[in-house]
């Protein structure tokens, strides 16, 4: 879902969506490389995304990846699935 969401923003690569996740979580939330790249490789696999070489700001042969039609709804589908899932639990907190 994350992945997804900071791909609306434009295309990015690998580094700079962790770094994006990164600072738009005031550091809360880093992406290890370990975990960042398959989850990019399920994106482009379900269709979520599509990838295309280029040239980083650095220089350096990058994959830059755009999300698709298909990703933005499922981007949707996940965001209210997770609001509904963590207005359970604040009911939860609250009442129990």
């Known amino acids: 879902m994350l992945i997804l969401r900071v791909l609306q923003a434009g ?3 690998g580094y700079a969506i962790a770094q994006r996740i ?3 979580s005031d550091d809360v939330l880093k992406v290890e490389e370990g975990s960042l ?3 990019l490789q399920r994106v482009l696999a379900e269709g979520w ?3 295309s070489w280029g040239t ?3 220089g350096r042969r990058v994959r830059f990846y755009t999300i698709s039609a298909s990703g ?3 981007l949707e589908a996940e965001v209210a699935r997770h609001q509904s899932a963590t207005a359970a639990i604040a009911a939860i907190l609250k009442n129990a």
């Open 11 to 13: 295309k990015l690569h």
């Open 49 to 51: 995304a599509k990838a």
């Open 22 to 24: 990164r600072l738009l």
């Open 37 to 39: 790249y398959p989850a």
């Open 72 to 74: 933005r709804r499922q």
């Open 56 to 58: 980083s700001e650095t």
